[in-house]
Nanobody, 116 residues
Framework: QVQLVESGGGLVQPGGSLRLSCTASGIIFGAYNVGWYRQAPGNERELVAAIGGGETTNYADSVKGRFTISRDNRKNTVYLQMNTLKPEDTAVYSC??????????WGQGTQVTVSA
C-alpha cells in the first residue's frame, strides 16, 4: 500500500520559516517526480515546487528565491524549505508523487498558516 505523509506545517509569523516533509512508503521515492502543491480557501490548487528524479527543480514565480525543494532518497523523503513566509502563503500544502502520466499518489496535506 502506497502512502505519502506530509508533516511540518503550522502557524508562523510573517517573515518566518517552516520546513515541510513528505515521506513515502510502499514506493521507491527516487523513481518518482515529486511536487508540492497548495490550495487556499476559494482558490484552485497550484503547483508550488517540483523535483525530478534527476533532482531538476522548478518553482512557481510567487515562491522563487524563498522556497527550496530537495529530496533525500535514502529516507524516501522530499522537503520544502519555506523562508520569508507571507500571509498569502497560507494554504493546505500537499505532495504528489508521479511516474508517467497515469501514476499519481497524493498525501493528505498539512496546514500552513502565516499570520501575526
Amino acid at each position: 500500500q502506497v502512502q505519502l505523509v506530509e508533516s511540518g506545517g503550522g502557524l508562523v509569523q510573517p517573515g518566518g520559516s517552516l520546513r515541510l516533509s513528505c515521506t513515502a512508503s510502499g514506493i521507491i521515492f527516487g523513481a518518482y517526480n515529486v511536487g508540492w502543491y497548495r490550495q487556499a480557501p476559494g482558490n484552485e490548487r497550484e503547483l508550488v515546487a517540483a523535483i525530478g528524479g534527476g533532482e531538476t527543480t522548478n518553482y512557481a514565480d510567487s515562491v522563487k528565491g524563498r522556497f527550496t525543494i530537495s529530496r533525500d532518497n535514502r529516507k524516501n523523503t522530499v522537503y520544502l524549505q519555506m523562508n520569508t513566509l507571507k500571509p498569502e502563503d497560507t494554504a493546505v500544502y500537499s505532495c504528489k508523487a508521479s511516474r508517467g502520466p497515469y501514476v499519481n499518489f497524493w498525501g493528505q496535506g498539512t496546514q500552513v498558516t502565516v499570520s501575526a
